[in-house]
Structure formats: structure tokens, C-alpha cells
């Protein structure tokens, strides 16, 4: 049996993966990188993007992630998600509703803090029309 890393990804909600599987590959801020067994100490800031779940020598699985840190050492890597959602389950309504919800929150916004949390919901959810693309 070939070597696996333990996957971790837990969202505040709740664990959403937890298995031992061939790679990850994570959205990080300073590019995708891809967790193996024996790979170095990292830790990493998540961008919003798309994690694939390598295993049987094909990707199994990815979710979208909407930013957050990740973990790696030799035989385990730790996702902790600000929020998750596998791409099966993203529509093309969702997605329209959060990005019109976004782009009003920037229209609102009043203070300098509320137009940066407003142009990080447009990211995520230009992240997320791109993921469900």
C-alpha cells in the first residue's frame, strides 16, 4: 500500500474530512502547493479557492474553501476552513445570490473596515462563480 497523509479539514460548523489520502493540494495565498507524505513543516494562510483531494491516483473530492490556515508536517495536514463547501453542492444561483449580496454590502459600506469586509465577500464569491465554473 502506497504512503497516505492524514487530511484534515474542519469549518466552524464542523469536521469535514478526516482520512488518510494520497495529496491535497491547497489554495494558498502565495500560490497552490500540494501536501504528500514526509512533506516539510508549513504553515500557510488559505486563499479562497478550490481543495483537491488526491487518492487512487485521481482527485476524490474538492471543496470550496473561503480562506483560512493550513498545517502541514510529515504525516498529517490540518485545514481550518472559515467556511467549506464541497463544489458538488455550489449552484449557479448560489453563487449569483452571494456576489449580489457582496457587491450591496460594498454599496453600503460607510466605514474604511466595513468596505474591506465587503471587497473580501466579493472575492470569495468571485472564487466561488470560478470554482462552480
Do not use: C, W, Y
Given at each position: 500500500?502506497?504512503?497516505?497523509?492524514?487530511?484534515?479539514?474542519?469549518?466552524?460548523?464542523?469536521?469535514?474530512?478526516?482520512?488518510?489520502?494520497?495529496?491535497?493540494?491547497?489554495?494558498?495565498?502565495?500560490?497552490?502547493?500540494?501536501?504528500?507524505?514526509?512533506?516539510?513543516?508549513?504553515?500557510?494562510?488559505?486563499?479562497?479557492?478550490?481543495?483537491?483531494?488526491?487518492?487512487?491516483?485521481?482527485?476524490?473530492?474538492?471543496?470550496?474553501?473561503?480562506?483560512?490556515?493550513?498545517?502541514?508536517?510529515?504525516?498529517?495536514?490540518?485545514?481550518?476552513?472559515?467556511?467549506?463547501i464541497?463544489?458538488?453542492?455550489?449552484?449557479?444561483?448560489?453563487?449569483?445570490?452571494?456576489l449580489?449580496?457582496?457587491?450591496?454590502a460594498?454599496?453600503?459600506?460607510?466605514?474604511?473596515?466595513?468596505?474591506?469586509?465587503?471587497?473580501?465577500?466579493?472575492?470569495?464569491?468571485?472564487?466561488?462563480?470560478?470554482?462552480a465554473?
Amino acid at each position: 500500500m502506497a504512503e497516505k497523509i492524514q487530511f484534515e479539514l474542519v469549518s466552524p460548523a464542523k469536521l469535514l474530512v478526516s482520512s488518510a489520502v494520497d495529496m491535497v493540494v491547497v489554495p494558498g495565498t502565495e500560490g497552490d502547493f500540494g501536501a504528500l507524505p514526509r512533506h516539510s513543516p508549513v504553515i500557510a494562510t488559505v486563499r479562497p479557492g478550490v481543495i483537491d483531494i488526491h487518492d487512487a491516483g485521481k482527485v476524490a473530492d474538492r471543496i470550496f474553501v473561503a480562506g483560512g490556515f493550513a498545517e502541514v508536517n510529515e504525516e498529517r495536514i490540518t485545514v481550518l476552513a472559515e467556511e467549506a463547501i464541497p463544489v458538488a453542492d455550489l449552484t449557479a444561483a448560489m453563487v449569483e445570490e452571494r456576489l449580489v449580496a457582496a457587491k450591496d454590502a460594498l454599496d453600503d459600506a460607510r466605514t474604511e473596515a466595513e468596505k474591506v469586509a465587503a471587497e473580501k465577500k466579493i472575492a470569495v464569491a468571485n472564487a466561488m462563480k470560478a470554482a462552480a465554473a
